[in-house]
Each structure stands twice: as structure tokens, then as C-alpha cells.
């Protein structure tokens, strides 16, 4: 039986008519080429995730230089070399008839390149990083921009910057990783300039009309890390600049692996508390929200109590590529569940190998095992 349910109404963002409520997350896969290009293991990957009859897929995030690059196989925007195969991504996706967006990242402290930037030279592992010169920082508002005039080139629908996770944006916003004493640092103010800068100069680039997303930190779940009080005031200003969504999700490297955060991880929904803060701070702007949302009952809810504009899938759809058509009544086999003591993808990914499900069939992984040259697991 085919469902009427809310996950399956239309909704509007930004000029774009979605089909439904279901949004792939960005999902690193390790797929692409060493050279940041896009692979064939990638175009199959993200075929298949379009075809899962989610509304919008938001592709992996992608390097908008080799100083932010956080794996040697991460996608990259920052020549116009990238062009052709990101061209035949977004066709890919398109063909399924899902909209395609492209997250864009510099990993900052988490660079894994020998000269790691940062706001300020907070240690990170055994490394410090290097405090960037305004210089550099005016030098990697640019890439942001020119990375999103190459997305935009190539035919996405849009982009999404990443805000969360720890990364560069994060170093700015959060006072444990940025002592700055300039226009950048000492006040909540100037700590928001840096992801301002780049959203401002992001949309100067492309036109206030091109979709810009943004993967939003509620909240870093550290005593004296960054807290809802503050990230509200900064979804406002995004709200100001018109961005096309806030997908909203909490924590970082730095307070994923605390036990009760693990303990936390493991329940349905985990996440959709910081959505529906920040739906209340910014009602006009639609709102993204993910975290092992496993059931129709879960997403329904979530929804149906104004939480969140759209479903986020990020392992979970990886798990099950058929999630959305089985909650459409499409497909009559029970959903395949990302299971919540699991996990190996991100084992995979740690280790620098593609990523791949437990959950997935054993034939299906001895196969995707074999494609990649790999005898085990
Ligand atoms: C292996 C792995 C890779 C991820 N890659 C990204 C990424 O590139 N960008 C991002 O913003 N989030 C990334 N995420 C987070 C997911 O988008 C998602 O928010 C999170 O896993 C919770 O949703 P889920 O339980 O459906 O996976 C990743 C998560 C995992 C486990």
C-alpha cells in the first residue's frame, strides 16, 4: 500500500520544489580518485543513493583546498580540473530525478596534510596547528566562493558549507579552539565573522538566489564548548542572509567519543532536540535534522510536530538504500536497521579504506569487496 503520510508532501526551499521530506546527509564514503577527482565507484554510489526516492541528495563533503583536505580521497572543488566529474555527478543524481547539493569543507586543525591551519595553534593529537595570518584567512574566504562557483558550474542545485563536526568553521565559532585577539576572535561577534564572511562572500560570488545550505553545529556538548544560546544568534544571521536550510546536528571530534555521548548515539533520534531549538530560533528558514532516524514512526513524528522540515539519512539510508520506498509502501520488506552497536563504517573510513555497511548482504559486500580490489573486511 502506498502511504499518504507527511514524509511524502512537497515543500519548497529556495526555489526548489522537493518531493518529499527525505534528505541524504553528506555521507564521506572515501570513494573518489587519490587526485580528489570524481571515481566511477562514486557515480554508482550516489546513483544508487538518488534512486532511493529521497527529495535531495547532499553529496559527501568536498576540499576547497589541499590545506583543508581531510583525506587523500575526499572530492575537491578547488581547481577547475574537478569540473568534468562533478558535472557527471550531479547528472547522475539528476537522472534519478533528485535534486543534488554538494557539502564543501576545509577540515582546519583536522587536515591530515603536514601544515595544519587553524584559527589558533590549540593542540590537536599530537600536532599543533598554525595560527592563520588574516591573510590566509581572507585567502580561504575566497576558495569557499570560488569552490561554490565550480558546484554551481558543474549543475548542483546547490551547496552546503560545512559548519559542524569541528572543522574549520567550527575553530572559529568555539572559544577552546580560537584565542584570537583580532576581528576574529574575543567576542562571540567577531568568532561569527569568519563563517559570515564566507556565507556573504559565498553568495556574492553566485547570486543571492543559488541555494546555499549549511551543516549547522547546535551544539559542541562540551562544558565549555560552544551552546545553543549562542549558535541561535548565529542561525539568525544565516536566516537574515537567506540560507536555503540549517542541517542541524551536535557534537565534534573533540565530544563524540565521551561514554555518555556514545551511550546517547546509539538512540533513534538523538539529535532532533537541537533541530527543533533552532526551528524555533529561525521559523522562516527550513530545517534539516539526522541522527539514526530508523522508523516511519520516528520521522512522521518528528515532523508532524513542526521539529524539522526534512528527514536526514545519513547511515541510515547507507545501511538501507531502499529506506524511503519502503516507508512509501513501494517495497514491502521490512527497513534494514544501521545497527546502533556498529561501527564499522566509520572504522573504514578511519582507517583509509571505502566505506561499507555490516548490514548489507553478505554477497553484496564479498562483491563490493572484490570491485575494490579488497579479499577482506
Ligand atoms: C562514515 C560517516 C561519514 C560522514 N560524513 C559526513 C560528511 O561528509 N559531512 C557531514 O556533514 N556529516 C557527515 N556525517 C554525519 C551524517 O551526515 C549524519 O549527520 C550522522 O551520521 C547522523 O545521521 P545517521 O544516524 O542517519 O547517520 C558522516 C557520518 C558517518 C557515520
Known amino acids: 500500500m502506498i502511504t499518504s503520510s507527511i514524509l511524502f508532501t512537497p515543500f519548497q526551499m529556495k526555489g526548489l520544489s522537493l518531493k518529499n521530506r527525505i534528505t541524504m546527509t553528506p555521507f564521506f564514503t572515501g570513494y573518489s580518485n587519490k587526485d580528489g577527482t570524481v571515481s566511477p565507484l562514486t557515480l554508482e554510489h550516489y546513483k544508487k543513493m538518488a534512486a532511493s526516492g529521497v527529495a535531495m541528495v547532499v553529496v559527501e563533503n568536498a576540499a576547497i583546498d589541499l590545506p583543508g583536505s581531510d583525506s587523500p580521497f575526499q572530492l575537491r572543488v578547488d581547481h577547475d580540473q574537478y569540473i568534468p566529474g562533478l558535472t557527471r555527478l550531479a547528472e547522475s543524481i539528476h537522472n534519478e530525478g533528485t535534486y543534488a547539493f554538494l557539502q ?134 544565516l536566516q537574515k542572509r537567506r540560507i536555503a536550510y540549517l542541517s542541524v546536528v551536535g557534537g565534534t571530534y573533540d565530544s563524540f567519543s565521551l561514554p555518555e555521548n556514545i551511550e546517547k548515539q546509539k538512540q533513534e533520534g538523538f539529535m532532533v532536540h537541537y533541530a527543533d531549538l533552532i526551528k524555533k530560533a529561525v521559523p522562516e528558514t527550513p530545517i534539516i535534522t539526522a541522527g539514526r532516524i530508523q522508523t516511519t514512526e520516528t520521522a512522521k513524528r518528528i515532523l508532524e510536530q513542526g521539529m524539522a522540515d526534512s528527514i536526514g539519512l545519513g547511515r541510515v539510508l547507507f545501511a538501507d538504500p531502499l529506506w524511503p520506498k519502503k516507508a512509501m509502501g513501494i517495497v514491502a520488506d521490512p527497513i534494514v536497521k544501521c545497527e546502533p552497536l556498529c561501527s564499522f563504517c566509520m572504522q573504514r573510513i578511519m582507517k583509509g579504506k571505502p566505506a561499507l555497511c555490516s548490514q548489507w548482504d553478505k554477497m553484496d559486500r564479498k562483491a563490493f569487496l572484490s570491485m575494490i580490489g579488497e579479499t577482506e573486511e
Open 104 to 237: 564543501i569543507n576545509h577540515a582546519g586543525r583536522y587536515a591530515y596534510g603536514p601544515d595544519r591551519l587553524a584559527p589558533s595553534s590549540v593542540k590537536t593529537g599530537n600536532v599543533f596547528p598554525r595560527e592563520m595570518t588574516v591573510q590566509e584567512i581572507e585567502r580561504t574566504v575566497v576558495a569557499y566562493a570560488e569552490g561554490t562557483k565550480r558546484v554551481k558550474e558543474a549543475g548542483f542545485d546547490g551547496v552546503e558549507i560545512h559548519g559542524a563536526t569541528g572543522y574549520l568553521i567550527v575553530q572559529f565559532l568555539s572559544s577552546r579552539t580560537n584565542h584570537r585577539r583580532d576581528a576574529y576572535g574575543g567576542s562571540f561577534e567577531n568568532q561569527m565573522h569568519f563563517p559570515l564572511q564566507v556565507v556573504d562572500t559565498v553568495l556574492a560570488t553566485v547570486g543571492q538566489d543559488y541555494p546555499v545550505g549549511y551543516r549547522f553545529l547546535a551544539d559542541e556538548e562540551l562544558p565549555d564548548g560552544l551552546h545553543p544560546e549562542q549558535t541561535a544568534l548565529l542561525a539568525r544571521e
